[in-house]
């Protein structure tokens, strides 16, 4: 086994490359196939408009990694998740022996039928949904009250589904063109479960000192269970602000990638491959917000490697 590892001081990985079967490789995860169960590694890769940068982002997947198993056990009595362990001691012994590797970083999950659906929900207006918004007085064919701007709270949160695209954007789509793809009843329950998972995924938030504007969820079946699978309520997968900021100046500061990104804008980069690196204040910056993240959902730093 061997792991790509770039970075000076702090350590980095790019990618990794298991004696395994690989299942897939995205922006960031390293998938790989364990029979009836698969190990999710979560790298240090970093995407801005749809490309892959250079330069990774130290601790970044641990970030990731340890968020997401610390919310699929805190929401596992409200929906089944498809998460195992996140303990490389309970790992098949040829994996416990790259510890140095995994631990943080890696989890091992059922493998279950994708539903491919993004399931969005959104509490905020913010991202695309405000220029939908500012375009057609609504989200995702919902018609909302005149007045908003960028930033205001909805009055009730909105599950705007879209498509789960292989490369480039997700195209946002309406309950109905939902429903012409997965049926009705299975819109309907995506939905019901989408909308929960948020609710008390932005109590925590709230009670953290963070505004959880929106999020995005993915499932898969079991059988006829839904289960909620990937990520879950990272700074990858949702847009966080901080709740006294915001309150007190209407702050959208994100904690999630938005350094990288107003950074790449100013660089005149034209959004296609290959991107530039990124300065080391840049860096910083955008792992700061990442640890800052975790710290204040979990009420704990992350731990050292």
Not at 83 to 105: C, I, K, N, S, W
Request: hydrophobic share 40%; aromatic share 8%.
């Amino acid at each position: 086994m061997r792991e790509a590892v770039a970075g000076g001081q702090a350590r980095v990985v790019m990618e990794t490359h298991l004696d395994l079967p690989r299942y897939s490789r995205g922006k960031v995860r390293d998938v790989y196939d364990l029979g009836d169960r698969l190990l999710i590694v979560a790298t240090d890769r970093l995407s801005a408009f749809d490309v892959v940068l250079p330069t990774g982002i130290p601790d970044k997947g641990r970030v990731l990694s340890s968020l997401s198993a610390f919310w699929f056990e805190h929401l596992r009595g409200l929906v089944r998740t498809h998460f195992l362990t996140a303990d490389v001691d309970a790992f098949p012994p040829p994996l416990r022996e790259h510890r140095a590797l995994l631990d943080g970083r890696a989890m091992i999950v059922r493998k279950l039928s994708r539903v491919d659906i993004e399931c969005v929900v959104r509490g905020y207006l913010a991202g695309s949904a405000a220029k939908e918004y500012g375009a057609t007085g609504g989200v995702g064919g919902v018609p909302l009250p005149a007045g908003l701007r960028p930033g205001s709270r909805l009055p009730e949160p909105l599950f705007t589904p879209a498509t789960k695209a292989a490369s480039g954007h997700d195209e946002n789509i309406t309950e109905e063109q939902m429903a012409g793809i997965v049926g009705g009843p299975l819109t309907q329950r995506l939905r019901e479960a989408s909308l929960a998972i948020y609710r008390e995924a932005a109590h925590r938030a709230e009670r953290c000192g963070l505004v959880l504007a929106d999020t995005k969820f993915e499932f898969g079946l079991d059988g006829d269970d839904l289960v909620l699978i990937d990520e879950a309520v990272t700074p990858d997968s949702s847009r966080f602000w901080d709740a006294g900021a915001y309150a007190e100046a209407g702050s959208t500061e994100s904690y999630d990638k938005q350094a990288v990104r107003d950074y790449l804008e100013r660089t005149g980069w034209d959004k296609r491959p290959p991107a530039p690196p990124l300065p080391p204040e840049v860096v910083e910056a955008t792992r700061a917000r990442y640890l800052e993240a975790y710290r204040r959902l979990t009420g704990r730093p992350l731990p050292a490697e």
